[in-house]
């Protein structure tokens, strides 16, 4: 129809009458109603706290009476601009106030029209990298500041490797005080380069880097343009609202029981908050480590029952049958269980000054599971050169990989797959200290793939040979079956020898 006799028609519909189309309302922003937790991370005085502070700030997220006391506590403190200072919005302790440092972890609220935020101020100082890596264990995103005077540090490098070892896989990079620079184009991209580089040594690709100043607010709420207009990207709220939250659906059911309910002799059911995947009633499920099959007849809350439960939700579960269920044990979906057995590999971080000694017994603590184990630590990190060296303890803060031998049958899933059922902690059995947190990597075959009714043989080659040997299909296919030790010539020779004599 042409536009004239469009005219002609909408004339026709009432003669004297003018009839408007309506205006088209201008498309409302969709608001993600899952909240993105993130944590800042970083080396000291980078300038986390206040980062913080400032998104709080302009995301109209501080009180008037927050805003008073931030201003009477800043006394003395405001900078050249008359600002307040905005890290005493995170730095609650008194300690922290007193040194200008962040000891503890601080969680903070805000949110945007598009979304809402949880965000963990962690501590840079590498006496509390234990804090720092309990804000990442939880968190979808790390933004991780750098100074731009200073560039990449070695305990940028630890902070952005243990996030990476907790799951993290975006990242921003924020070059801080780019003001102090004079707004260095150069020197943004240099330090961009370098860090994507380790970020790509680590395995991450979703890296997006923004030069910023905390302290004016460049390109954290709003953007710098007017200093920068060399930077065309994204702020940092600009990122964060698009950011990805991990899913809890990769793997199927899980249930760790923490309690099981008898009110009555009519009624029995387990209790847990579910840590993966989804149920409902007729599934049928598999109690580990017991391996009893039964089928769900009930869900119930605290004021319902329900039909359905997801990861996140606390029920109890009420099932078909009399079955031996206990506090540590795992429901689980019976066509997509976890892995179980007495060895697994695992990566950790030592929290303690005592370290991960090796052979030594420890406590186990996964979810409400606790079992007795023994760590045989393997390697450890380099920071300055990415390399995993092989070690026989692992001091405090050192990032390693160890071989963990249980007394009694184990259950988990790989951390990558499903961070509440990977993830654990070790206690020392003589001081109840946590001297280091921990994640799944894999399960290891008996005696990690060696059996004691084996033939074996025992080569001693040169480190690119054995580079290209492991580097092939036949090798990847039985790696399991394998154990590798690199070691100096003459430790190689001082073995062989050993075995001869």
């Known amino acids: 129809m042409t536009a004239p006799a469009t005219a002609n028609a909408v004339q026709d519909v009432a003669a004297g009458e003018v009839l408007a189309f309506p205006a088209q309302e201008p498309a409302r922003a969709v608001r993600d109603s899952r909240p993105l937790r993130l944590i800042t991370c970083g080396s000291v005085d980078d300038g986390k706290s206040t980062l913080i502070g400032r998104l709080l700030w302009d995301t109209k997220a501080v009180k008037e009476d927050q805003a008073a006391t931030l201003q009477r506590d800043s006394n003395g403190k405001q900078n050249d601009l008359g600002l307040p200072d905005f890290a005493l919005l995170l730095d609650g302790l008194q300690a922290e106030r007193e040194q200008g440092i962040t000891i503890d972890v601080a969680y903070r609220y805000f949110s945007t029209d598009k979304r809402s935020f949880i965000v963990a101020d962690t501590p840079g100082h590498e006496q509390y990298t234990r804090n720092m890596a309990t804000g990442a264990s939880t968190a979808d995103l790390a933004v991780l500041l750098v100074d731009a005077r200073v560039g990449l540090l070695e305990q940028t490098r630890r902070h952005a490797t243990i996030a990476t070892l907790m799951g993290i896989k975006q990242f921003v990079l924020a070059v801080n005080k780019i003001d102090l620079t004079d707004y260095d184009r150069a020197r943004f991209e240099q330090i961009s380069h370098e860090f994507r580089e380790l970020a790509l040594s680590l395995g991450v690709r979703q890296v997006t880097a923004i030069p910023v100043s905390a302290l004016k607010g460049e390109n954290v709420v709003y953007d710098g343009s007017a200093s920068m207009p060399w930077y065309d990207g994204p702020t940092l709220i600009e990122v964060l609202e698009l950011a990805t939250t991990r899913s809890a659906q990769t793997v199927g059911f899980r249930l760790p029981v923490q309690r099981v309910s008898r009110p009555g002799e009519s009624f029995r059911g387990y209790q847990g908050t579910v840590a993966g995947g989804s149920v409902k009633p ?77 052979g030594k017994r420890y406590w186990l603590k996964s979810g409400s599971r606790r079992q007795r184990v023994q760590v045989q630590p393997a390697s450890q990190l380099d920071l300055q050169s990415g ?23 184990a259950i988990f899933d790989t951390y990558e797959q499903n961070r509440t059922t990977g993830a654990f902690i070790l206690i020392d059995p003589d001081t109840n200290n946590t001297v280091a947190g921990g994640m799944i990597t894999a399960k290891r075959s008996a005696l990690g793939g060696i059996h004691t009714e084996d033939a074996r043989v025992i080569l001693s080659l ?40």
């Open 282 to 358: 007729g599934d049928s499920v598999v109690i580990l480590p017991s391996g009893m099959v039964a089928n769900v007849t009930k869900i119930v809350t605290f004021d319902l029952v329900r039909n359905a439960a997801v990861a996140g939700d606390a029920i109890t579960l009420v099932l078909d049958r009399q079955v031996d269920v206990s506090r540590g044990d795992m429901i689980v979906a019976i066509d997509s269980q976890p892995l179980t057995g007495l060895s697994f590999d695992a990566q950790l971080v030592a929290l303690q000054a005592e370290g991960i000694q090796p």
């Open 387 to 409: 390399k995993w060296n092989h070690v026989e303890q692992l001091p405090m803060n050192a990032i390693g990989k160890v071989h963990l031998s249980f007394d009694e049958q």
């Open 462 to 501: 040169p480190a690119d040979l054995a580079d290209q040997l492991m580097a092939t299909e036949l090798f990847a296919s039985r790696r399991e079956e394998a154990e590798v030790r690199r070691v100096s010539a003459g430790k190689a020779i001082e073995v062989i020898d050993d075995i001869d004599g």
